[in-house]
C-alpha cells in the first residue's frame, strides 16, 4: 500500500467532532442517562479476603419496602471450573466468579449479592440486611506468601507441577541457549525487582443504566472499551442472546484497559429482568479501588551478560506476576515484550501467574509489558556503568531492527527504534546540565500493537455531507483522527465529516478500544468504505458525462475528467453528486468489516530529569522526554496526550502510587486523597517527540501509539533516581518513607 | 422525613428544587435540576470533576450540601458558553486537545475560570498549584496547563470582559 503524503487533513490539529459537547458539558458519559420508572442497583461485597460462602438469605432484604429485586450468584450462568470457556482473552470460568462471587469470597470487596431498590438509600439499607454465613479462612496477599509451600489455596483445582497451588500458569520464550550464551559473557548483571500493583485510575467509575422489556429486549447503556464486549459478556452471564442485547455505548471517562470487561452490566441486566424496571447501576470511588482492576504487582529477576565491547550476549528473565483472585495476569506482555528492542542471541523469558486474595487484574496499558521493562530496563543501565558506556549508546549497538528476529517469535519488518534512540541522543535534554541531587535516566520500551476486528460504515447526506460510525468507543481522539483520513480521502473539509460510534445494532462486530488498535484498524475500514464510495462517486459522473469510469478522477471533493482525452466538463462535487443520488441508483454510502493485520510493534525511549530532596525524601521530576515511533501521527495533538497520558501514568507508578493493606486483608486506601496519583503540580511539562516510521502494512501508515508511552517510564525514573543519588532502589515505588529509609540505611 | 425546598440561581437563572437533607450540590445538579455537566469522580472532594462556583468561590459540589444553596448564585459548566459563543476556555481547551475523555474537562474549565477570574495572568506554578485538586488521569496535564496560559495570554491581549462580569 501507498503511504500518502502532502496530505490536506492528515497530520493536522483539528478539532475533535466531540469536542464541544465535551468542553460544554453535553456529553453523556455512563452515569448521565436516565430513564422513566428507573431504580437503583447496589452491590453487597465481601468483607472478607477468603471465605466459604455457607449460605446467603436474602429474606430480610425483600421483604423491605422499595426493594424490587435481590440477584446472588445462582442467578448468574455458572460455567464449572474444570472447563474454560473463552470470550477473547477472558475466561468466562473466571469472569463468572468476578462478577459474582460463587464457592467462596475471595477478596475484600468481591459481590456477593446485588439489590435493586427505589433509591439509592433503600438499596443500600437492603444490602446492610443480607445474611451472609460465611467460613472465613486464611489468606493470602502478597506473592511469597501465596506462593510458598503451605500457603492457602484459593482454587484447589488449579494444579501446578501436580499439586494444588495459586500459580495458575507459566509462559515461556526462548531462543538460542541462554546457558550457552551467558559461558560467552564479560560482564554479568542480575537482580531482582518488585513493583506494586497499581490502578488504572479513570476518573470515571464505572455505571451502567440497563432495561429490559418483556420479551427480554434488553438495552444497555453503558461506558466500556467496547460494547461488543458488553453485549457478549452479559449474554454469556445472563444465558440472554446476544440479539435481544443492545449495548449503547456511552462516551467514556477513561479506561485504560479497566474497562475492557464488565462488572455491574450482568447484574443489573438481572435486576431489571427481575424487576420489570430499568436499572442503574454507579460504583463509588471506593468499590473502584477495591474490587475493580488494578494490574499486576510483580516480582522480577532479570540477568543480561554482555561482552566487553557492549555485545549483549544472552538474557533472562523471571517474571512473577500477580493475578488477584482468579487468574489471568498479564504475563505475555511481561515475557514478550521486556527484551524485544534489542537483538539477543540467547534468551529465556519465564512468567508465572500468581493467585492472591486481591481484586482481579484487568488490562492496564500494554499489559505487562512495562512490569518487564523496569526490569530489564534497570538492569542495561547497570550493564552500562560495568561497561563505563553511555546508556543509549549501548542500547543502540544492540538495537533490533528490520530483520531481527525477535525474542517472542516475529522478525521485524522495519521498525522506528533506532530512530527513537538517534531522536533521544540528539535532543538537547540529553546533553543539558544538571544541577545538585538531580539526576538523569533513559530507558526504552516495546508494545506489540494489535489489529483485530473492525466495522465501519460510511455514508453521505443527501446534502452532500459524511456521516462515518465505527464500532470503536472513542477514549482518547480517535474520532477526531478517523475524521481527518476520511476528509482527506474525499477532499473535503473534514468539519462536514461527522463521525460517531455506532452501537451493537447499528454497526458490525468491532473488538475491543485496547492493544492500541483503534486507529490501525478503523482507519483500514474507514479506508476501505470511503474508496468503494468514491468509486461508486466517480461511476456516476462517468455515467453523466457518458464517459468511462476510468477516465474520471476524484480530486477536491470532485469528479474530473481525469485528463484533457476524457473530455471537457465541469467538476462534478461531492454535493452535486448527492443530490442526483436518487435518480442515479440510490443512496451512496459503503460499510467494510475487516479482521485487520499488519499492526506492527512501537518502540519509545524517554528521558527523565529528577531532583531528590533529601531531607523529605521526595523524588520530582523536573524534566521528561518522550520519543516515540509512531508510524503515522493523523492527529499529532492526540498522539502527543497518548504519549504525555503514559508518562504520567509511570511517573505516579514509579513514586507514589501503591496500594496499603491493613492486617485484616483490606486496602486501606481505596480513594484518591491516599491512593496518591499525580496531581499537576507534581509534574513538569512533558515533552514529546514523535518520530514516523510509517507501518508499510497500513494505507496512512499507522501504528499504535497508546500503550508504548507507559513502557519505559518506572525504568527512566529509577536510573534518573540513581545518578542522582548514586544508589539504586529494586522497588516501587519510590514514594517518601521509602526514599529515606534508602538515605538512612 | 419531607423534602427541603431550595431556591437558589443557577448559571443566572431562578430555579427551585426539592433534595433530601443529605443531599450533596452535586447530587441535586445531577439530579432534580437535570444538570449532568458536573461529574462524580469521587464524592469526597480529592478530583475536583465536580467544580463549581458559589458566589464566585470554587468550590466542589460533591462537598457542599444542596440545602445551603439558597439564596446563592451557583455557577456550573453548563453556564460557562454565551449560546453559541464559547468561553475563550472551552475554545482552547478544544483547539489545543487539553482533553482527552473529557471526564475531567468540566472540572478543569470551570476552575481554570474561576482562577483567571482572580489572577488573569498567572505563572506555570501558579496554574499547576490551582489546579492540583483537578485530577486527570489522561493527558498528563500538559496540554491543559498550556491552554490556561494561552488563554490568560490572549484574554489580556484582546480585553474580553465580556466573559469575566
Ligand atoms: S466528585 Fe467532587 S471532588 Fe471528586
Ligand atoms: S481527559 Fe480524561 S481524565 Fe482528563
Redesign the interface.
Same mark, same amino acid.
Given at each position: 500500500m501507498n503511504v500518502v503524503t502532502n496530505n490536506k487533513w492528515i497530520g493536522q490539529r483539528t478539532i475533535r467532532p466531540d469536542g464541544v459537547d465535551k468542553v460544554t458539558g453535553r456529553a453523556a458519559f455512563a452515569a448521565d442517562t436516565n430513564m422513566p420508572g428507573m431504580i437503583w442497583g447496589k452491590v453487597l461485597r465481601s468483607p472478607h479476603p477468603h471465605a466459604r460462602i455457607k449460605s446467603i438469605d436474602t429474606s430480610k432484604a425483600e421483604a423491605l419496602p422499595g426493594v424490587k429485586a435481590v440477584v446472588t450468584a445462582r442467578d448468574i450462568v455458572d460455567f464449572p471450573v474444570d472447563k474454560s470457556v473463552m470470550l477473547g482473552i477472558q475466561d468466562m470460568r473466571w469472569m463468572c466468579r468476578n462478577v459474582m462471587a460463587r464457592e467462596k469470597a475471595l477478596f475484600p470487596g468481591h459481590p456477593i449479592a446485588a439489590v435493586a431498590a427505589t433509591s439509592e438509600a433503600i438499596a443500600a439499607k437492603a444490602c446492610e440486611l443480607i445474611e451472609v454465613d460465611y467460613e472465613v479462612l486464611p489468606w493470602a496477599i502478597e506473592i511469597d506468601d501465596a506462593i510458598k509451600p503451605d500457603a492457602p489455596i484459593l482454587h484447589e483445582s488449579l494444579k501446578f507441577e501436580g499439586k494444588p497451588s495459586n500459580i495458575a500458569g507459566r509462559l515461556e520464550v526462548k531462543k538460542g541457549d541462554v546457558a550457552e550464551g551467558f559461558k560467552q559473557a564479560e560482564v554479568v548483571v542480575e537482580r531482582t525487582f518488585t513493583t506494586r500493583p497499581v490502578h488504572q485510575g479513570y476518573i470515571e467509575p464505572h455505571a451502567c443504566l440497563v432495561s429490559v422489556a418483556a420479551d427480554n429486549k434488553t438495552t444497555i447503556w453503558s461506558s466500556s472499551q467496547g460494547q461488543f464486549m458488553v453485549r457478549a459478556m452479559t449474554a454469556y452471564l445472563t444465558g440472554f442472546p446476544q440479539s435481544d442485547i443492545r449495548a449503547i455505548p456511552a462516551e467514556i471517562g477513561g479506561g485504560f484497559g479497566g474497562k475492557t470487561i464488565v462488572y455491574l452490566e450482568p447484574l443489573a441486566t438481572l435486576l431489571a429482568k427481575k424487576s420489570g424496571r430499568p436499572v442503574k447501576m454507579v460504583m463509588t470511588r471506593e468499590e473502584v479501588m477495591r474490587a475493580t482492576g488494578p494490574t499486576s504487582g510483580s516480582k522480577s529477576t532479570v540477568k543480561i551478560g554482555a561482552k566487553k565491547d557492549g555485545t549483549i550476549v544472552a538474557a533472562q528473565g523471571t517474571f512473577y506476576l500477580q493475578a488477584g483472585a482468579l487468574p489471568g495476569s498479564p504475563i505475555r506482555g511481561a515475557v514478550g515484550c521486556s527484551f524485544s528492542p534489542y537483538d539477543i542471541p540467547h534468551v529465556l523469558s519465564v512468567g508465572f501467574d500468581v493467585l492472591s486474595n486481591r481484586s482481579k487484574v484487568a488490562a492496564y496499558r500494554a499489559p505487562g509489558a512495562p512490569i518487564g521493562a523496569y526490569a530489564v530496563e534497570c538492569v542495561l543501565d547497570e550493564l552500562a556503568e560495568a561497561l563505563k558506556m553511555d546508556p543509549l549508546e549501548l542500547r543502540l549497538k544492540n538495537a533490533a531492527k528490520q530483520g531481527t528476529k525477535a525474542a517472542h517469535g516475529p522478525v521485524f519488518p522495519r521498525i522506528g527504534y533506532i530512530e527513537t534512540l538517534e531522536a533521544a541522543k540528539a535532543h538537547p535534554h540529553y546533553t543539558a546540565p544538571l544541577g545538585k541531587l538531580q539526576g538523569r535516566g533513559v530507558a526504552s520500551g516495546f508494545w506489540f500493537n494489535a489489529g483485530g476486528e473492525s466495522s465501519a460504515q460510511v455514508n453521505i447526506t443527501e446534502d452532500g455531507n459524511v456521516v462515518v460510525t465505527t464500532g470503536h468507543p472513542d477514549i482518547g481522539g480517535s474520532r477526531a483522527a478517523i475524521a481527518n483520513i476520511c476528509a482527506e480521502l474525499l477532499g473535503i473539509d473534514y468539519r462536514r465529516v461527522s463521525v460517531l460510534i455506532g452501537d451493537t445494532a447499528t454497526v458490525g462486530f468491532s473488538n475491543l478500544t485496547g492493544g492500541s488498535r483503534v486507529l490501525f484498524a478503523s482507519a483500514m475500514v474507514v479506508t476501505q468504505s470511503t474508496d468503494k464510495i468514491i468509486a461508486t462517486l466517480k461511476e456516476r459522473a462517468a455515467k453523466i458525462w457518458e464517459i468511462d469510469p476510468e477516465a474520471v478522477k476524484w480530486e477536491n471533493g470532485a469528479a474530473h475528467p481525469a485528463s484533457p482525452n476524457a473530455g471537457e466538463f465541469p467538476p462534478l462535487t461531492l454535493a452535486e453528486l448527492a443530490a442526483k443520488a436518487p435518480a442515479m441508483g440510490g443512496p451512496i454510502g459503503a460499510g467494510v468489516q475487516l479482521n485487520t493485520e499488519g499492526a506492527e510493534g512501537g518502540f519509545g525511549t524517554h528521558i527523565c530529569d529528577v531532583e531528590v530532596d533529601t531531607e523529605l525524601g521526595i523524588v520530582r521530576v523536573i524534566r521528561y522526554t518522550a520519543v516515540q515511533d509512531v508510524g503515522r501521527a493523523v492527529h499529532p495533538s492526540y498522539v502527543e496526550g497518548q504519549m504525555q497520558g503514559g508518562v504520567a501514568q509511570g511517573i505516579g507508578w514509579a513514586l507514589n502510587e501503591e496500594y496499603i493493606y491493613r492486617k485484616d486483608g483490606k486496602v486501606d486506601n481505596p480513594g484518591f486523597l491516599d491512593y496518591r496519583m499525580p496531581v499537576c503540580s507534581d509534574l513538569p511539562m512533558l515533552d514529546t517527540v514523535m518520530v514516523e516510521v510509517p507501518n508499510p502494512k497500513h494505507p496512512q501508515g499507522v501504528k499504535g501509539v497508546g500503550e508504548v508511552p507507559l513502557v519505559p517510564v518506572m525504568a527512566a525514573v529509577a536510573n534518573a533516581v540513581h545518578n542522582a543519588l548514586g544508589k539504586r532502589f529494586y522497588a516501587l515505588p519510590m514514594s517518601p518513607p521509602k526514599v529515606l529509609e534508602e538515605l538512612e540505611g | 422525613m419531607a423534602k427541603l425546598h431550595v431556591s437558589t440561581t443557577i448559571n443566572g437563572e431562578p430555579m427551585e428544587f426539592l433534595c433530601e437533607h443529605s443531599d450533596t450540590m452535586l447530587d441535586a445538579l445531577?439530579g432534580p435540576l437535570g444538570?449532568?455537566?458536573?461529574?462524580?469522580?469521587?464524592?469526597?472532594g480529592?478530583?475536583g /470533576?465536580c467544580s463549581i462556583t458559589i458566589d464566585d468561590r470554587l468550590i466542589c459540589s460533591c462537598l457542599m450540601l444542596a440545602a445551603e444553596a439558597e439564596g446563592h448564585e451557583i455557577r456550573?459548566?453548563?453556564g460557562?458558553?454565551h449560546g453559541e459563543k464559547?468561553h475563550p476556555l472551552?475554545q482552547k481547551?478544544?483547539?489545543? /486537545?487539553a482533553?482527552?475523555?473529557?471526564?475531567?474537562?468540566?472540572g478543569m474549565?470551570v476552575a481554570s475560570d474561576a482562577l483567571l477570574r482572580k489572577n488573569p495572568r498567572p505563572s506555570?506554578?501558579e $496554574?499547576?498549584?490551582w489546579? /492540583?485538586?483537578?485530577?486527570?488521569?489522561?493527558?498528563?496535564?500538559?496540554?491543559? $496547563?498550556?491552554a490556561v496560559l494561552e488563554t490568560a495570554a490572549e484574554m489580556q491581549e484582546q480585553g474580553l470582559k465580556e466573559f469575566c462580569q
Open positions: - | 445531577r444538570l449532568t455537566g458536573s461529574k462524580e469522580g469521587c464524592a469526597s480529592d478530583c /470533576a456550573t459548566i453548563e460557562m458558553a464559547l472551552q481547551f478544544l483547539e489545543m /486537545a482533553l482527552q475523555c473529557g471526564i475531567c474537562t468540566s474549565l506555570e506554578e $496554574v499547576r498549584f489546579l /492540583a485538586g483537578n485530577l486527570c488521569r489522561c493527558t498528563g496535564y500538559d496540554k491543559i $496547563v498550556r
